[in-house]
């Protein structure tokens, strides 16, 4: 009877120790977490009706937490950018001008597509023409430093805003899997948020569509 009793005692320690260790274990992984996350979708809808809207227009999160914009558009490749404009004097254009020599030759992608460059003819006999392209700074995702020093990085971008930038561009992002019909685009965009205040942005595609963040 004793024996029964001392191994009965022996299990009760040991499930209580294995309990212990249970609970410390999920303490640390809770630790180990990373920061909240609030997401956002940029745009929706379908091919027959896009939407350009953000969804929610406002977000309120700590400082130190991350937003993620998303393209959740169905079956078209709806192109959307999250850009914050903190100095008006880095507005970009989506179309820019460019010079190239008139001797240029262009081949489309893929060869013998439907695809043909805007170009205007030289009218000052510089042997020049007039390239109209799309501007890298909407198109790919971009910072402008408070130097005025500009910064490209690659799709899908993580970035973690220090409230000093002049300029933050998301680049064109498209829904998962449409990436293809605009090469090197990406599907999403991530800011840490690292100063308290409010930061307004757009879609510089879609001017009309804005958001804000709210840091506190």
């Known amino acids: 009877m004793n024996k029964i009793v001392a191994v009965g005692m022996i299990m009760t320690l040991f499930a209580a120790s294995v ?3 249970q609970i410390n274990t999920n303490n640390a992984e809770a630790q180990e ?3 909240t996350v609030a997401k956002v979708a940029a745009g929706g809808g379908n091919a027959t009706a896009p939407w350009t809207i953000f969804v929610p227009q406002n977000v ?3 400082a130190g937490e991350s937003v993620t914009w998303y393209n959740p558009t169905e079956e078209a490749a709806e192109p959307h950018t999250v850009t914050f404009i903190l100095d008006n004097n880095t507005m970009a254009g989506v179309v820019s001008p460019l010079l190239v020599a008139n001797t240029t030759k262009f081949t489309s992608l893929p060869p013998g597509s439907n695809n043909e460059p805007v170009l205007l003819p030289d009218t000052t006999g510089g042997g020049m023409n007039t390239l109209l392209a799309v501007n890298a700074r909407t198109f790919e995702p971009a910072i402008i430093d408070a130097q005025g020093n500009v910064t490209f990085m690659k799709p899908n971008a993580n970035y973690s805003m ?3 930038e002049k300029y933050i561009n ?6 998962n899997g449409l990436e293809g019909e605009y090469p090197g685009s990406g599907n999403t ?3 840490k948020f690292e ?3 409010t930061y307004d942005y757009l879609c510089i595609l879609h001017p009309w569509m804005t958001g804000s963040v709210i840091v506190k």
């Open 195 to 197: 100063k308290q205040g």
């Open 170 to 175: 998301s680049g064109w992002f498209l829904p």
């Open 162 to 164: 220090t409230g000093t």
């Open 19 to 21: 309990g212990t260790f």
């Open 33 to 35: 977490q990373p920061t």
């Open 60 to 62: 309120e999160i700590n």
């Open 189 to 191: 965009f991530t800011v």
